[in-house]
């Protein structure tokens, strides 16, 4: 009978341990969920220079970063954040600041202000 209390207790054991390792599973894939499909991600612009293609951006959480160039710059989960470009002439010319989801335009951010 002592085998048999044992393997019942352990077998507590374990499920306590599945359950909650479930848990914990299934509110890491909502988390991710909402980030990716329902939140989009607020994105100011302080300061943009389209001559050089330098900007100065305030991202969610108060973070303050500069991007500059062609680069793309990651915000959280599938969005970042990049310089619009064109080539004339092989010369390139930055002419907007975009908000990407998976490298895809979704939004152009409002920076007219600092355009002369």
Partial sequence: MSTNA??????????????????????SGAYFFLVNNVWKPKVIVLKADFDNGFATLELPFGNVVEINGTSEFLVVGDWGVKFGTKIIDGKISYENIQLLRKGLVVE????????Q
């Fill in 6 to 27: 044992s393997f019942e207790r352990e077998s507590k054991l374990v499920l306590k341990i599945v359950a909650f390792a479930t848990v914990i599973t299934a509110l």
């Fill in 108 to 115: 152009y951010l409002d920076a007219s202000k600092f355009i």
